[in-house]
């Protein structure tokens, strides 16, 4: 009996690896059945950023000899998320998505993009020049645009200072509204949609060449404190040697004439600059000491 049961388990087990090794195993990452994907935030204007990041997958795939692929995420929330459920590999991120990805996910930083030579920008608060709105105060009662609940300059940093100049973000607007990007909050300040909106500076210069008269009837209220720049981040699980290697070759595309032109039209990039984690430890601080938590940050606006 003990000799039946022996090799009745023998037989299990060797049926077991049978069925492990009829299974269909995953194409190599990379390939065409199985591409490496880039994910990116929706701050800007959605065909640019498609037109742009195709371009740049394109020059990456060269590079590196694989397959990639865009993702043009729904909102930042959905970039992040796609990022910890396997469905990309590289995230162009935001400040804010870049934390809370990090936070959630793991996700690591490889490259802080540069406008006007710097690593950081900063926020501001703008009104239509007609509205009589001449100070954060006077935006009590008042429709406020936010670009959406993870966007660091459309939303975040504009709520502090908010806060430090007595204006409870959650409770002293008549409404407020997610725009979705920040193009969308500047035409809906120009249109009347909204009193006050949030965005980078300078915003405007999006959609100046639809609205040619923006920088006259749209003005700015008030700037923020410094924000680090955004970002190119990849998941913890991709082999070093690959993290490395995409590192690479996106910092050569940023020194070609091709990367340059993908890289201005996807988000006004100038160029690329290697980092970690760290570049965002003073930020982290500015945060703590503003008395925000990350996990508080994500809630949808009203």
């Known amino acids: 009996m003990k000799r039946a049961g022996l090799f009745i388990a023998i037989g299990a087990i060797a049926f077991g690896l049978a069925l492990g090794a009829c299974a269909p195993q995953k194409p190599p990452l990379g390939s065409e059945q199985n591409p490496l994907v880039m994910v990116f935030v929706p701050s800007g204007e959605s065909e640019e950023i498609k037109r742009g990041g ?174 680090p720049n955004d970002n190119v981040s990849v998941v913890k699980d991709l082999p070093q040697d690959l993290k490395e290697k995409i590192r690479k070759a996106l910092l050569e595309i940023a020194q070609s004439e091709e990367g340059k032109k993908a890289l201005q039209t996807v988000y006004q990039i100038e160029g690329l600059q290697a980092v970690d984690d760290s570049f965002y430890d003073e930020f982290r601080a500015q945060l703590s000491a503003s008395g925000y938590k990350l996990e508080d940050l994500v809630k949808p606006a009203k």
């Open 54 to 227: 195709e371009q740049l997958a394109q020059l990456l795939g060269q590079k590196l000899n694989m397959k990639v692929t865009l993702n043009l995420a729904s909102s930042y929330a959905a970039a992040v998320e796609a990022m910890g459920a396997g469905q990309a590999q590289i995230g162009w991120l935001n400040t804010l998505s870049y934390l809370l990805a990090h936070e959630k996910y793991g996700v690591e930083v490889i490259l802080a993009t540069v406008r006007f030579n710097q690593t950081y920008y900063t926020g501001q608060i703008i009104v239509r020049a007609d509205s009589g709105i001449k100070s954060i105060a006077d935006l009590k009662g008042k429709t406020m645009c936010w670009v959406d609940p993870l966007s660091t300059s459309g939303y975040l940093m504009p709520r502090i200072l908010l806060k430090a100049n007595g204006v409870d973000p959650d409770k002293d607007f008549a409404k407020t509204v997610n725009a979705g990007s920040h193009p969308n909050v500047v035409k809906a300040v120009y249109n009347g949609d909204c009193d006050a909106g949030a965005t980078y500076v300078d915003a405007r210069g999006a959609v100046e060449k639809d609205l040619p008269d923006v920088k006259e009837k749209v003005v700015v209220l008030a700037t923020t404190a410094k924000i």
